[in-house]
């Protein structure tokens, strides 16, 4: 039972995750939308800008068509904001909403107090 012990802050953090997820004011998202996001919110701190075409590649396991459909998806559900270059406009680049900067704000909070309880 000592490895269970360890692992309590980190299901305390699943809990807290499922709750927040569960919000009526973040929409609901599959395995390969949250997938997509984090890889996303892994990029924009060091690039704020980020192509659709970087984006399919940042999940080499999934189809491009897949993940192409996702930030469609992701669009939709007001996570996504899309950025048409202004010297290409076939360029279009991916950016984090309000929503998206508050979801990820959220699940901090999940993780500070999970690491405090």
């Not at 890889?39 to 704020?48: G, Q, R, Y």
């Not at 075409?53 to 459909?69: D, G, K, N």
Request: charged share 20%; net charge positive.
């Amino acid at each position: 039972m000592e490895i269970y012990q360890h692992a309590l802050p980190y299901l305390k953090f699943l809990n807290l995750l499922k709750a927040v997820q569960g919000l009526s004011n973040f929409p609901v998202l599959d395995a390969l939308e949250e997938r997509l996001l984090n890889s996303l919110a892994a990029v924009w701190p060091s690039n704020s800008r980020i192509s659709v075409m970087e984006a399919i590649s940042l999940l080499p396991s999934i189809s491009p068509a897949t993940v192409h459909r996702r930030l469609k998806t992701l669009q939709k559900k007001g996570l996504l904001k899309v950025l048409v270059d202004e010297n290409d406009n076939r360029l279009k680049y991916l950016l984090p909403t309000d929503i998206t900067t508050e979801y990820f704000a959220k699940l901090t909070l999940c993780m500070t107090e999970a690491q405090q309880g």
